[in-house]
């Protein structure tokens, strides 16, 4: 049974910083290419950042210097390192891995100004 389980989020001031962590089971950790998403409310899921096995990382322009996708293969774990948060930034995170398809449950983040 797959299962992606994320982590970290919570409330900070603007400013602030934050690590989401996304635990993976059932799944070979080590050949997936795998993301963070977010949602803010009233808009579409967009793409924040991506690490594929190699470990090489993508990130959108909106987070680029701010924000760092990393992974242990060992730990079967994916991190998101957010520093410098804005209220831009608040929304629920989503881990998704691509082989098969999955989704997290989500973890809430949100940044007061």
């Known amino acids: 049974q797959v299962q992606l389980v994320e982590s970290g989020g919570g409330l900070v001031q603007a400013g602030g910083s934050l690590r989401l962590s996304c635990a993976a089971s059932?799944?070979?950790?080590?050949?997936?290419?795998m993301s963070w998403y977010r949602q803010a409310p009233g808009k579409q899921r967009e793409l924040v950042a991506i690490i594929t096995r190699g470990g090489t990382t993508t990130y959108a322009d909106s987070v680029k210097g701010r924000f760092t996708i990393s992974r242990d293969n060992a730990k079967n774990t994916v991190l998101l390192q957010m520093n410098s948060l804005k209220p831009d930034d608040t929304g629920i995170y989503y881990c998704?891995?691509?082989?098969?398809?999955?989704w997290g449950q989500g973890t809430q983040v949100t940044v007061s100004s």
């Open positions: 998704r891995a691509n082989q098969p398809n999955y």
């Open positions: 059932g799944i070979i950790f080590s050949i997936n290419v």
